[in-house]
């Protein structure tokens, strides 16, 4: 099976890319330049914007499957302008699902965002395209499945540890939940299917909700040396957990995320039993487990 994947050489495309040809599948690779890591090399890449309808077509020809990734977010460093994220995700998604209809490819993965809803133009531009999508599987009996993804910005060590407990999901996480998403609608298993991907701690519902003061013992009990290590790093810990349920994930897509803040805490102890300087680390949304 070929796989298109647009938005490619970005940070979440590129581990998806991996994932997938890991998995065994035939990947094409659509972005507006390449990737630089070499591992990724040998895949084909065709350049696309999807701004414009004969890159999105020249793209999506002969593939099985397309998962579209392309997106601008309100994170991004430098800043793009609003009309530009409103024109690559709004006119952009509308480009890739029209060639898909054209090109009669019905498996279909679409990169939505937590961001969704109207407080911003990036979040209107996810509701949009989530509504494109719900058109395009009415029109043409696709299957789709729409991924709200949590934030895998790439960050700083420390500040990506914490933000595991807030709205942060480790890239890998990521990669797994749009390869079994891949899988889903080429299997035809699902008709219109959305879920959020999020990080799951493996924690009780009372140290969810009152991490502040029990958290810490939690985190020991688990790890011994865990209260050392988030004293000593001054890392910031939230009120509350935010944790979503993700069991129809794991029912439908057969997903369920693996990497959670007790894996962050393990690496870090592994680090700092070694006197390794984290202070300046920076984490491809992904820990580097040493």
């Known amino acids: 099976m070929k796989v298109l994947v647009t938005g490619a050489s970005g940070n979440g495309g590129q581990a998806v890319c991996r994932e997938l040809m890991n998995a065994g599948y035939t990947v094409r690779m659509a972005d507006v330049v390449p990737t630089h890591s070499d591992d990724l090399q040998s895949l084909e890449f065709v350049r696309c914007d999807t701004r414009t309808p004969s890159d999105v077509r020249r793209a999506v020809a002969g ?6 990734l392309a997106a ?6 430098p800043p793009v302008s609003d009309e530009t994220i409103f024109s690559v995700n709004v006119d952009g998604t509308f480009h890739v699902l029209e060639a ?3 090109e009669g490819i019905k ?17 209107v531009s996810k509701v949009i395209g989530e509504d494109l999508c719900k058109a395009y599987h009415e029109m043409t009996g696709a299957s789709i499945v ?10 700083p060590y420390l500040e990506f540890g914490a933000r595991l407990l807030r709205n942060g999901v480790d890239r890998r996480d990521v990669a797994a939940a749009t390869l079994a998403s891949v899988k889903a609608v080429l299997g035809r298993n699902v008709g219109l299917f959305r879920t959020i991907v999020h990080t799951d701690h493996g924690m009780p519902q009372d140290v969810v909700e009152n991490f502040r003061n029990l958290g810490i013992g939690w985190c020991e009990e688990k790890l011994p040396g865990a209260r050392r290590l988030i004293e000593k790093y001054e890392i910031s810990l939230p009120e509350k957990v935010e944790q979503h349920d ?28 070694k ?16």
């Open 100 to 102: 898909c209809r054209q």
């Open 63 to 68: 593939v099985d499957a397309v998962i579209h």
């Open 246 to 273: 993700l069991e129809e994930a794991e029912h439908v897509l057969g997903w369920k995320p693996t990497v959670g803040f007790l894996d962050f805490l393990c690496d870090l102890k592994a680090r700092d039993e």
């Open 275 to 290: 006197g390794l300087d984290v202070t300046n680390l920076w984490v491809p949304s992904e820990l580097p487990l040493i």
């Open 107 to 123: 498996s279909i993965v679409y990169a939505s965002s937590m961001a969704y809803g109207w407080w911003s133009v990036y979040g």
């Open 72 to 77: 601008w977010h309100c994170a991004h460093n």
């Open 146 to 155: 729409m991924l709200r993804y949590h934030e895998f910005i790439p960050r």
